[in-house]
């Protein structure tokens, strides 16, 4: 009895004064409830801007998409320079890398932000013609074009695991397409530009790794240039398509309260590259995929509940097989890349002399 008790202090005793899992002299404690305000802040920053750009484009006033878009790079472009100045003054209260325009750094990050303004422009449309109920659903195959893209573009062959999560995936959305159309409620318009959104978020994630050498690694001064060449690029865009006339027809512009949404949709999104890289420092790249699905999975619930929709149970379903598809997904690849992790550290270590381990060797 007195054994089970001191185990049981112990486990207590480990639970709140835990000093390995954080910083210097963190408890266990403090850590999760660090933890939980990163992942609450995260899911707080996701979800709302995904409603505001809805509010933005779902606007009948004004029919500018692509403006809509092109303002909201703009101000992350703003919010760099500001973070640099801050950064500058009070360097131990911020901490944001300093780096000037380098034209041709510009130049060799310009194929990603040709991918990269097709994805943010191609998702945002997919939102203003399926709703938020629905958007989870609509963009949903990014994970089966990554695995298409990485096997005609890298060679890169998967496991009939993560083929069956796939094929899972592709099942829900085709329900949910099907139920979707039963409603009278579908978009096809919104399903094509869905399915272009996820297969340009699989090229943007493939451009990524590609162009990270010409940045020096540091997702902020990718994130500057993207914005940068995005800005430039949309002017174009918004002249072929013909949106200068809506906003020019358009009775809000001088309207402060609009300039104030079409901003604050931009500070969101400048916010979510933030908090998407604090929740994978804090955690883990597995559990901000786990996360950003649970996410998905609330999201979905707090748009039926808002719009006051009323959903069959197979159109639930759809959203659980898409949920669910792509968790799976991501436990099948992080199980397989720790099975290749593992003889990869025992080959190191039979390199190493005898009765020397990797993680004591000195560098």
């Known amino acids: 009895m007195n054994r089970i008790q001191l185990k049981r202090s112990n486990i207590l005793k480990m639970a709140f004064n835990d000093r390995d899992q954080g910083g210097p002299g963190e408890t266990f404690l403090r850590r999760s409830m660090k933890i939980a305000t990163v992942v609450a802040l995260y899911w707080f920053i996701s979800i709302t801007m995904v409603f505001l750009n809805n509010y933005l484009l779902d606007n009948r006033d004004l029919d500018a998409p692509l403006f809509i878009t092109f303002y909201q790079c703009l101000v992350t472009v703003g919010l760099c320079w500001i973070m640099q100045l801050l950064s500058t003054w009070c360097p131990g209260v911020i901490d944001f890398p300093s780096f000037k325009f380098d034209l041709k750094t510009s130049r060799e990050v310009l194929p990603l932000s040709i991918v990269f303004i097709c994805m943010i422009s191609f998702n945002n449309l997919c939102l203003k013609f399926l709703g938020v109920a629905f958007y989870t659903v609509g963009r949903s195959l990014s994970t089966v074009f990554n695995v298409l893209l990485s096997y005609v573009i890298l060679k890169q062959t998967t496991s009939v695991k993560a083929l069956l999560c796939c094929g899972v995936i592709l099942g829900g959305f085709w329900l949910g397409v099907d139920q979707e159309g039963l409603e009278g409620s579908l978009s096809w318009t919104g399903v094509f530009f869905g399915v272009l959104a996820s297969a340009f978020v699989s090229l943007n994630a493939i451009y990524t790794k590609k162009v990270m050498p010409a940045v020096e690694g540091n997702i902020w001064k990718l994130s500057f240039y993207n914005n940068v060449n995005a800005c430039v690029l949309f002017i174009p865009l918004i002249l072929i398509f013909g949106e200068l006339s809506h906003l020019a027809h358009f009775g809000r512009l001088l309207d402060l309260s609009f300039w104030g949404m079409m901003t604050l949709g931009g500070v969101f999104g400048f916010g979510i590259g933030y908090v998407t890289g604090l929740q994978i420092k804090f955690t883990s790249p597995l559990t901000h995929n786990v996360s950003g699905t649970a996410k998905a999975c ?20 759809s959203n659980l097989m898409v949920l669910g598809g792509s968790s799976a997904y991501t436990w099948v690849k992080s199980m397989e890349m720790k099975v290749q992790q593992e003889p990869e550290d025992g080959a190191k270590e039979k390199l190493l002399p005898p009765g020397v381990k990797g993680s004591n060797v000195a560098v």
């Open 298 to 317: 609330a999201q979905t619930v707090i748009a039926v509940v808002y719009y006051h929709s009323s959903k069959s149970p197979l159109w639930w379903t």
